[in-house]
């Protein structure tokens, strides 16, 4: 993960309830949502990306049903800045994301 930025976007957001942010670092995007005290549904607008790449992301998200100690799950897709996706967050949980451009 980088410490060092070069764009940040808040994406959505209310204070104390929750919040969806998304940081580039070259062509890396990393992309973080948190809820508060009650779940959300998350629309994550891709327009932030470059328009005609392509682009890999990993998704890693709190799954109950995982097998796993730590219960995330972890998908990979193919998006583009014309995608739109709804993620459901359950209450005091997240997301995140990283986003790499296909060569």
């Given at each position: 993960?980088?410490?060092?930025?070069?764009?940040?976007?808040?994406?959505?957001?209310?204070?104390?309830?929750?919040?969806?942010?998304?940081?580039?670092?070259?062509?890396?995007?990393?992309?973080?949502?948190?809820?508060?005290?009650?779940?959300?549904?998350?629309?994550?607008d891709f327009?932030?990306?470059?328009?005609?790449?392509?682009?890999?992301?990993?998704?890693?998200?709190?799954?109950?049903?995982?097998?796993?100690?730590?219960?995330?799950?972890?998908?990979?897709?193919?998006?583009?800045?014309?995608?739109?996706?709804?993620?459901?967050?359950?209450?005091?949980?997240?997301?995140?994301?990283q986003i790499?451009?296909?060569?």
């Amino acid at each position: 993960m980088p410490t060092v930025w070069d764009e940040t976007k808040v994406l959505e957001g209310e204070i104390g309830k929750f919040a969806t942010i998304a940081r580039r670092s070259g062509d890396d995007w990393f992309v973080g949502s948190l809820t508060g005290n009650e779940r959300k549904t998350c629309t994550i607008d891709f327009n932030f990306l470059a328009v005609g790449a392509d682009y890999s992301a990993t998704v890693y998200s709190f799954d109950p049903e995982s097998e796993s100690s730590t219960k995330v799950k972890i998908e990979q897709m193919q998006i583009k800045a014309s995608t739109v996706l709804d993620f459901d967050i359950p209450a005091n949980s997240g997301l995140a994301m990283q986003i790499q451009k296909n060569l």
